[in-house]
């Protein structure tokens, strides 16, 4: 996407999070901002961002036609985070931040990988012919320019299945925040968050560019 | 076979979460409540948090009679109420209580744009004057009212917003909110403290008190559902009901029809014990008759919307009830789900023709008065009739006759109608002796400092 219209987009979105309609009966004052969850944040993303890649860079785009990828992405986050509670022993006391990110990563490596792979484009005949070495070069290159993009539209996503997973273990993070946010009508903390991801977006708009 | 493999690696590899104390009453809250803020802070959590670390001047009794808090002792005098404060009562950091700090915290509350709106309405034009521990408290409400009204405000240290003088301290620590008992506090607290998670998620909830991690939680509204075995279903009867509010272009006809499907169209099957339908116009539990709605000939129209706040599954399903049962009669319901924010954005603005909020009321007959004055917290289409006023004057007691009179008028043309009278249905660990309450086990004096383990 060229910056101009990226950056008109993201400054509607801005007004749009500063000029939201409607008040509350009674509002209450905005939660105090996570701090806590930022570290587990960012390297649950961390594992968000490398796990799908890896896998497709080793599996390749046939990867997005296996039976068990289709097994382990039906299941919704609900699902998933209600399971892991179920089996969780009773006297192992309520699980913590791990379970999280374990919830979160369960509910969407399946999904982000078929999405990577589905991406890719095929290798038969070429560059299969030209041997393996081909092969990696070229899912390299295209996983290069896939992932900014790839990063840039999931990132929301994440944040509501983090959502799901927070609400269901009772730990609350990012994901509540954000919805604690818009529900109380935080105009000025949306807009930050808002502001946050045009600002990931702008820093990712480098890694686009086509490898000389 | 794979998957469950997988679950169980799950489970053995991550932690849990570090154990709380042993004895500690384990809690949820259902939403964020946000930091404590004895003049900004509102929403049930938040009052839950201020219940637990601060003292009103007076409380309220389980059986929602007036008992003294911060207050020893107080004297009804021409204006309001003379009031002398204990002098052991102690903010977190040891200072004495005084009327200094009456002063500020009302007068914060009323000064500070983003205050509590509850509290607001609590107080009124209420003004605190005084010195040491003598407090004088003037306004335009009857001494009555006032008494029961007080509890909702906590005082707070003059200048410190977040310090109260109640029988537990808080320390918030990322996800969790732990409560500790003040050993020294007047109200002399027999459990140790209290541990909150916020569980809003209805699932997760249920789970965590099949697990036994609560020891007291709200379950959700399935009628059938019983308790672990360890536990305890406790149904208190609230204030709170269930009202649709009518707006521009709704009948007098409209609002009768609604009266006569409350009754027979929500089935106690499909609405469990927390739910039952409404009679008359005000709350029948703060003694007022059971009165009809507009009387008159017109009859209600074929096709009626009914706005909500979407995103609540049990309204949802009570709303399609009602729907079922005008559909009997040939009248079509149609249900409009409407994101919070919006929808009282479009009801106060006179946009909708019906719309349907929970409202909870105070324990005192003047709660009702919010639906009648201007600028009242339930006047969202701004209801008004020139006899009214004259009678307002008049209800300086809850058993004076101008409450007759004055629902009478508000039952020529109201402005709402309630559906359903809600309950509080808890699950509360067996081994834990607390007393229900219509404000709810927190609320009330001496709320949770009175609650003990049963050896």
């Given amino acids: 996407m060229r910056l101009l219209p990226g950056l008109a987009l993201w400054t509607a979105a801005l007004a749009s999070a500063w000029s939201l309609p409607g008040h509350l009966w009674h509002p209450a004052q905005p939660p105090p901002f996570p701090l806590h969850a930022l570290l587990l944040a960012a390297l649950a993303l961390v594992a968000m961002a490398s796990l799908p890649p890896a896998l497709v860079f080793l599996a ?5 036609r296996r039976r068990v990828l289709s097994a382990l992405e039906a299941p919704p986050d609900l699902v998933w985070a209600l399971l892991l509670l179920a089996i969780w022993p009773a006297d192992a006391g309520p699980p913590g931040w791990s379970a999280w990110t374990a919830v979160l990563l369960a509910a969407s490596v399946p999904g982000e990988a078929r999405w990577l792979a589905s991406a890719l484009p095929v290798e038969m005949p070429f560059p299969h012919a030209w041997g393996p070495e081909a092969t990696r070069a070229s899912r390299f290159r295209s996983l290069r320019r896939l992932v900014p993009r790839w990063l840039a539209a999931r990132l929301p996503i994440w944040l509501t299945a983090s959502l799901v997973a927070e609400r269901v273990l009772g730990l609350p993070g990012l994901g509540s925040d954000w919805m604690a946010r818009m529900e109380g009508r935080d105009h000025a903390g949306l807009a930050v968050w808002i502001l946050a991801f045009a600002l990931l977006w702008i820093a990712a708009r480098p890694l686009e560019k086509a490898p000389a | 076979m794979k998957k469950t493999l997988l679950l169980l690696g799950l489970v053995v590899a991550t932690g849990p979460a570090q154990t709380p104390p042993a004895r500690m009453v384990q809690e949820a809250f259902l939403a964020d409540p946000g930091p404590l803020d004895f003049v900004r802070g509102e929403g049930q959590e938040q009052f839950i948090a201020q219940a637990l670390t601060g003292d009103a001047l007076v409380g309220l009794s389980a059986e929602n009679r007036p008992v003294p808090r911060l207050a020893a002792s107080w004297k009804v005098v021409p204006g309001g109420l003379d009031l002398k404060l204990r002098d052991d009562a102690r903010f977190t950091d040891a200072s004495p209580v005084t009327a200094a700090d009456v002063a500020w915290t009302l007068q914060a509350i009323e000064a500070d744009p983003q205050a509590s709106a509850t509290k607001r309405a609590a107080l009124g034009d209420l003004k605190a004057s005084g010195e040491g521990l003598r407090v004088a408290l003037r306004g335009s409400r009857p001494a009555a009212r006032l008494l029961t009204e007080l509890w909702r405000v906590p005082i707070a240290k003059a200048g410190h917003g977040d310090m109260g003088s109640g029988p537990f301290t808080l320390l918030r620590s990322g996800t969790e909110w732990t409560f500790t008992a003040r050993p020294g506090h007047f109200l002399h607290p027999r459990i140790p403290g209290l541990h909150f998670r916020l569980l809003p998620d209805e699932a997760g909830r249920l789970l965590a008190m099949r697990k036994g991690w609560l020891t007291i939680g709200v379950p959700p509204p399935q ?50 014990r927390a ?4 009679k008359g116009l005000w709350p029948t539990a703060l003694g007022f008759p059971e009165l009809d709605p507009a009387p008159g000939k017109e009859i209600c129209p074929a096709s009626l919307e009914l706005a909500y706040t979407a995103g609540d599954s049990v309204l949802e399903r009570q709303l399609q009830a009602l729907a079922a049962r005008a559909a009997r009669d040939g009248v079509t319901l149609k249900l409009r789900p409407l994101e919070a924010g919006l929808f009282l954005d479009q009801l106060t603005k006179g946009r909708l023709a019906l719309g349907v909020i929970t409202n909870v009321f105070d324990p005192g007959p003047w709660s009702v008065l919010g639906y009648l004055e201007q600028g009242g917290d339930l006047n969202f289409t701004g209801w008004a009739d020139p006899e009214a006023l004259p009678l307002l004057a008049k209800l300086g007691d809850p058993k004076s006759p101008a409450w007759k009179e004055l629902q009478a008028l508000w039952a020529r043309h109201p402005a709402a109608l309630p559906l ?8 509360v660990d067996r081994r834990l002796e607390l007393q229900p309450c219509a404000l709810g086990i927190y609320m009330a004096t001496p709320g949770a400092a009175g609650w003990r383990w049963r050896e």
């Fill in chain 2, 223 to 272: 009628p059938g559902l019983a308790p672990p075995s360890g536990m305890t279903e406790l149904v208190q009867p609230t204030l709170a009901q269930l009202v649709v509010w009518t707006g521009p272009g709704s009948t007098p006809g409209a609002l009768r029809a609604l009266a006569k499907w409350r009754g027979d169209a929500f089935p106690p099957a499909l609405m469990g």
């Fill in chain 2, 275 to 278: 739910y039952a339908p409404a």
């Fill in chain 2, 420 to 427: 359903l009278d809600l309950h509080s249905v808890l699950w």
């Fill in chain 1, 60 to 64: 390749g785009p046939s990867l997005a």
